[in-house]
Nanobody
């Protein structure tokens, strides 16, 4: 069974940076895609970014391109989301998710495992 544990959220001023971490355990992840989603109060959970564990291919939603960077450390079984130039509209609970398979998806129901979430608050 896959376990995902996020960390790194917090309160930051607009224009600042945060780095989220997602520690994965429970199996090997060679054939997995890992993703970050976020959910603002009263809103649906939305795709932010994904990475292929095997070849490192990355994908981003348009609103974070050029500001966020997803990466992985195979030795530590950890995925990161570096968030720069944060905006108040980035405020949300950020979730790490895992999906076994060759493809990534931008909808939450395609992911098998989820972390507990970490709060990111960006003040104006």
């Amino acid at each position: 069974q896959v376990q995902l544990v996020e960390s790194g959220g917090g309160l930051v001023q607009a224009g600042g940076s945060l780095r989220l971490s997602c520690a994965a355990s429970g199996r090997t992840f060679d054939n997995y895609h890992m993703a970050w989603f976020r959910q603002a109060p009263g809103k649906e959970r939305k795709f932010v970014s994904a990475i292929s564990w095997s070849d490192g291919s990355t994908y981003y939603t348009d609103s974070v391109k050029g500001r966020f960077t997803i990466s992985r450390d195979n030795a530590k079984n950890t995925v990161y989301l570096q968030m720069n130039t944060l905006k108040p509209e980035d405020t949300a609970v950020y979730y790490c998710a895992a999906r076994r398979g060759r493809w990534y998806y931008t909808v939450p129901n395609q992911y098998d495992s989820w972390g507990q979430g970490t709060q990111v608050t960006v003040s104006s």
